[in-house]
């Protein structure tokens, strides 16, 4: 394969910030969302389409919205949805795994926020490259000097801007482009933009004395000036390394600045990257079909045990019908029935390409973290499993359901809902989050899914860190321990810490045992 032509990518933000809003915009653009409207796929893609929707209707599973294809200037471009709440899961992280870069978007009245740190030090992690897009231009924001600074300050990244307000809220008069020199101007009562561009052949260029007010021209004139002699000019390898972001200013709901970002993408954002493996990092123009499963979503409906395993395609093209053997079971899978996600104008085609997402379904046999290969012998590593940051005894209220119990707590361990852990002393099984939503979804399921009636006590521990070391010092470790000892579902020996200062304490202690926040699946 020579230049690949898929650019696959994830959108990081804070909620509200406006990443509904940019999705919408950015397949529109790309012609879309169109087709999810659309009632009958014509012609070859009907196939395609009703695969899905048939997996959709039948099994009460939406995948459409965890991958979303749209194509443009013979690119292909796969983004893949973070859920987007308050609190996140395993699952957000892990699809920042599948990823080759990410746009951040950050609303221009309140800038950095936690969510949007949080997930950037998770792309930080794997130095996945990120444009930045500052949204809401529209409406009165801080001071794009000090937004730059932030995200330089905060993130410790080189910002370079790319683009340029003439103004914020009531005086926005448009976006200025310094690569093409254009200039967006809103249009009508909604200030929206329609298409209105002038073309300039740059800031000297007296055309804009026609298309801005006087205060806009000179404000553009002198902020525009400053800021492409403050900051160092786009560096197309610092930006891959991930040590520099380039930022587009916009307003996703006004239609400012969505264009550019898509080409941006389109220029800048790498193709598939060399994957992390053991034995070898995976080269994406590699012959053999591998991949790795990022996400398995079950089915909310409890008569159907189906589950959809997401893969992304790391190297070779995959074929419908196609033999792979997963790392967990180690037998071979024929994969018959792949959902794969289709832009608009690709004629039906039964392969993917590497950056491309996979749909398998399958009833449990895969398992986050799978690698998928036609060849066995390769293992992606890298996909964490993160400490939990809230842990929960679980009660049984009906004790004959014992064995159900378990079940479900494996079931949602294996799919990277919760994690569970079972204590070497007593009977209370511990169950481990990283946000508070994944509590509320364990319950619901445990009640909906395996008819199981329990409850969440507080423990007596508030997080957890694998162990690792020789025999000796583990049994050591064990012997002063042993009250605060589980296993995790595969059988990995964790220590639970009463607080993040015993952590501390234990881990100085203790320099013969490694402590681990995160394992590797
Ligand atoms: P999220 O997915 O990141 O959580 O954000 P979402 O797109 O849902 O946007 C959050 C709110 O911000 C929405 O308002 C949306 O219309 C608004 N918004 C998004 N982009 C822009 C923009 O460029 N300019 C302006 N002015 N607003 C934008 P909403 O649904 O009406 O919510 P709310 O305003 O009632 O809170």
């Known amino acids: 394969m020579t230049q690949s032509n898929r650019r696959t990518f994830a959108i990081i933000s804070h909620p509200d910030a406006g990443k509904t809003t940019l999705t919408e915009k950015l397949l529109l653009e790309g012609g879309a969302i169109h087709l999810a409207g659309e009632v009958k796929a014509r012609g070859a893609n009907r196939r395609a389409r009703s695969d899905w929707m048939k997996i959709e209707q039948q099994r009460g599973i939406s995948v459409t919205s965890s991958v979303m294809t749209f194509e443009r200037g013979g690119l292909v471009f796969n983004l893949l949805d973070t859920p987007g709440h308050e609190d996140f899961s395993e699952d957000t992280y892990r699809t920042l795994t599948a990823v080759d870069s990410a746009v951040m978007v950050i609303d221009a009245a309140k800038g950095i926020e936690p969510q949007t740190r949080k997930l950037f030090e998770v792309c930080r992690l794997r130095n996945v490259p990120i444009i930045t897009f500052v949204n809401k231009v529209d409406r009165e924001g801080r001071d794009p000097f000090a937004l730059l600074d932030e995200v330089a300050d905060a993130l410790a990244l080189d910002v370079v801007p790319m683009s340029w307000p003439v103004g914020m809220g009531g005086q926005f008069e448009g976006i200025y482009a310094f690569e093409t020199g254009r200039l967006m101007r809103p249009t009508g009562d909604s200030r929206a933009f329609e298409g209105d561009v002038v073309e300039t052949t740059g800031l000297d260029d007296a055309v804009l004395d026609t298309a801005l007010s006087p205060q806009g021209a000179a404000l553009l004139r002198e902020e525009a000036e400053l800021a492409q002699g403050g900051y160092a000019a786009f560096d197309l390898e610092a930006y891959r390394a991930g040590d520099m972001t380039p930022v587009y200013f916009g307003s996703a709901l006004k239609g400012f600045g969505v264009r550019e970002l898509i080409e941006a993408l389109g220029t800048h954002a790498p193709g ?86 996979i749909g398998i379904p399958n009833h449990g046999t895969l398992r986050v973290g799978d690698t998928l290969a036609e060849k066995p012998g390769v293992r992606f590593t890298g996909l964490p499993n993160f ?120 881990t100085e202690r203790n320099p013969d045992i490694r402590f681990s926040a995160t394992r590797e699946r």
Request: with cysteine; proline share 8%; charged share 25%.
């Open 387 to 506: 400490a939990p940051e809230i842990l929960r005894r679980v009660v049984l209220k009906d004790p004959t359901k014992t064995k159900q119990l378990r079940k479900a707590l494996d079931d949602m361990a294996e799919e990277g809902v919760t994690q569970v852990f079972y204590p070497e002393i007593g009977s209370n099984w511990i169950i481990g989050v990283v946000g508070q939503l994944q509590l509320e979804v364990l319950l619901s399921r445990l009640e909906v899914e395996y008819k199981v009636d329990a409850a969440l006590e507080a423990a007596p521990f508030e997080t957890a860190r694998w162990i690792s070391g020789t025999a000796e010092a583990m049994a050591a470790f064990a012997s002063i321990n042993r009250g605060a000892l589980a296993k995790d579902r595969d059988g990995n020996p964790v220590w639970m810490a009463k607080s993040l200062w015993d952590v501390g304490y234990v």
């Open 272 to 357: 598939p990257r060399p994957q992390p493996a053991e034995p070898a990092p995976v080269e994406p123009m590699a012959d053999d079909v591998t991949g790795f499963i990022f996400k398995v979503q079950a089915n909310m409906d409890p008569n159907h045990r189906d589950r959809i395993a997401f893969m992304r395609l790391c190297s070779g093209t995959f074929r419908r019908g196609m033999k792979l053997t997963p790392s967990g079971s180690g037998k071979p899978i024929a994969v018959h029935s792949p959902i794969l996600f289709f832009a608009r104008e690709r004629e039906l085609a039964d392969t993917a390409e590497p950056g491309d997402i």
